[in-house]
């Protein structure tokens, strides 16, 4: 799903092709890169689409974006007030 919002994006150059890579596993996120090629004037436009597009695809996919979360557990009961 990313590799096609990546291909199907306005502004792209053609060559060299979109790239996604698998960066890391962190301890909430499975981070991903993905990179599409374009003109230096069009850079931040592009950019901005991509990142729309990636966010679509992965909504449309029903693919949600973890946030880091704690559970906190007391060993013995937390006074009343506190």
């Given at each position: 799903m990313l590799l096609a919002a990546a291909t199907g994006l306005p502004g792209?150059?053609?060559e060299p092709a979109p790239?996604?890579?698998l960066l890391d596993l962190g301890d909430s996120s499975v981070?991903?890169?993905?990179r599409v090629w374009a003109n230096t004037e069009d850079y931040?436009?592009?950019?901005?689409a991509l990142t729309r597009a990636a966010k679509v695809?992965?909504?449309?996919?029903n693919l949600g974006i973890p946030f880091?979360?704690?559970?906190?557990h007391f060993d013995r009961p937390v006074?009343?007030?506190?």
């Amino acid at each position: 799903m990313l590799l096609a919002a990546a291909t199907g994006l306005p502004g792209r150059l053609d060559e060299p092709a979109p790239q996604i890579m698998l960066l890391d596993l962190g301890d909430s996120s499975v981070n991903w890169s993905v990179r599409v090629w374009a003109n230096t004037e069009d850079y931040w436009t592009v950019r901005e689409a991509l990142t729309r597009a990636a966010k679509v695809a992965l909504d449309e996919a029903n693919l949600g974006i973890p946030f880091p979360q704690m559970d906190v557990h007391f060993d013995r009961p937390v006074p009343a007030g506190l």
